[in-house]
Every structure is written in structure tokens, then in C-alpha cells.
């Protein structure tokens, strides 16, 4: 099946989750183009590329041999062959990939590789995807959420991982991320105009992936 969905929104909107839900349903690959980013930045934590040079990250992206592969339960990330699927969640990490994310040379790199990684057919989930990496993606999704609401999910996902960070630190963190992914100048987060818009705010997983699902059916049926 080479049928393209692409998932859009900000962060904790449930986007990763609700995409390994649809790629499992569908059996088609599953993208986390956010773990690429990460995998982007560990490189260039473990290199001597300086953080604020933006030639040089964007440089050392177009580099590195990022891939993804594995079922949507079980996602495996890979940096120069070695597994970083695990390395890639830590704090120091996130921090660092909600930077360079914004840097054009580096989305410029891994649109490239996601578009590669893609065109076979695949869910892909982030914040470019139905408007810059795959336009023409059979199903757009633009999945949102209060950030009061996207911030306890993050919160309850990470609290583990960060047990100093509270929910207040969280929310800011997060809304410092929604400012940097709307307002920078290459590939800003937006809803592409024929996307699916679902506010999941005082939905269940579960009822949106149903909804998800419904709009794939629909597809289907038009073709």
C-alpha cells in the first residue's frame, strides 16, 4: 500500500501515539520525523560542531546516516548505524533538537530523507508534513489540543524521565516550543489547508483514532 498520511499539531497533541495507532491499523510504516531532529542533535552534541553555527549543523545534518525502521510499537532509530532510540529521549536532547530544528539547512536535510523514507508509504507525524514534506499526501491530519491539557500529557509521559520538571515547567517549556515552531521562518507549523482539524482537548484516544480512521475510509471510498 503506498498510501501517504500525514499528522501535523503542536507538541502533546497525541500525534506519535495516534500515529503508531494508524500505521499498526493500516500496516504501513511508521515515522517519527521528531526522532530524526533528536537524532540530529545528539550528533551534533557527540561532534565538535558548535550549536549556534547554523552552517555547520546544517552541514553535519546532510552528513549523518539517520534511519528509522521496525514496526509502529517498536521504532528503532538508528545514527550512523548505532541504536539511539533510547539515547535520543533524554532531556539534554530535546532541548537541544527544539533548536536545531529550526535551522533551514537541517529541515531542508531531513525533508530530503523523509520523503525518501516515505514515498513507499508510510504514516508520518510532525509539524511540516502536510504542508512541506509531503503536500500531496492522500490524508492530511492537524491534531491540537488546549495547552493546559497537552501540557499534563507531556507531563505524565516525561515525569519519569524528568522528576524535577513539574507540570508548570512543562506548560512553559511547551509553549516556549509552540512559539518557536509557528514563528520560524523555514517550515513553520501550520494547518494545511485540506487538513482533518481535530481538537482533542475532551476526546479519548481512542474516539480520535476512530475519527482518524473514518477520514482514511472516506479516502478509500473516493478513489
Known sequence: MNLIIAIDGPSGS????LGRLLARALGLLYIDTGAMYRAVALAVMESS???TDDLAVGSLAGRIDIDLAGDPDSLKVTLGGQ???EQIR????TRMSSVISTIPEVRRSM?????EL???GAVLEGRDIGTVVFPNADVKFFLTAGPQRRAERRFAETS???PQAGLAATLADMIERDRRDSTRADSPLKIADDAVVIDSTGLSIEEVFEQMMAAVREH???Q
Open 14 to 17: 497525541g500525534k506519535s501515539t
Open 49 to 51: 560542531v558548535n550549536a
Open 83 to 85: 541504536d539511539v532510540t
Open 90 to 93: 533524554g532531556e539534554e536532547v
Open 111 to 115: 525533508v530530503a530523507r523523509q520523503r
Open 118 to 120: 516515505g514515498r513507499r
Open 160 to 162: 519519569e524521565q524528568r
Open 220 to 222: 478509500g471510498s473516493e
